[in-house]
């Protein structure tokens, strides 16, 4: 970003319990040799972020400011609290952290569209379903909104503030920026995506032994 573009942090929620990958760590699983988390805060850096916060456990490996919603496992509702204290950019990339394909470009488009809109971006995914944990928000209403909000969804908290939706196409490969890796087959596809464009084999052949327990 140059010095007139609208100043941008990222929150990535980092802290889930994979319920639908067998539990463990999802964010640590690797895509084309990268983990999931890495992706992310690779691609909010490339958007530009000024300071990218990482709720959920100590990532010490990464170039992020990393905390933990209180109490740990609260959902991302709590996490979201967690990050919004960390933030001082008026604008703010709010992610989850299991998106292989989402790129600094995605981001800037989200953010572009949120400022036309005013308050907010959202990306939707090819069947024009909203992405709530990919968007860019004007930091201020998101605090005003999350600051006497009882429920639990993300829909719930970000619906009401009228965001634009935002399609944006598959790559050149057909990899979606919306694809988030929540089951066994989302990160065998992603693994296949990546070892098709790298013409070597997945190395680990799906999840291993470890990424099931």
Known sequence: MNASDPQLDAIVLAGGTASRLGGGDKPALEVGGHSLLARVVLAAREAGAGRVVVVGPPRPELDALVVREEPQGAGPVAALRA?????????????????????????????????????????????????????????????????GYRGGS?????????????????????????????????????????SRETGAPDPVGGMSGDERA
């Open 154 to 194: 993300m829909r719930g908290l970000f619906g009401p503030l009228g965001p634009v939706m935002v399609r944006l196409p598959p790559d050149e490969r057909g990899r979606p920026p919306w694809l988030d890796c929540d089951t066994p087959e989302d990160l065998r596809q992603a693994r296949a995506w990546c």
């Open 83 to 147: 990050g919004l204290g960390e933030v001082s950019a008026p604008w703010v990339a709010v992610l989850a952290a299991d998106l292989p394909f989402l790129k600094g470009e995605h981001l800037a488009a989200l953010l572009a569209a949120g400022c036309d809109a005013g308050t907010g971006a959202v990306l939707a995914d090819d069947g024009g379903q909203a992405q709530w944990l990919v968007g860019c928000w004007r930091t201020e209403r998101v605090r005003g909104a999350i600051g």
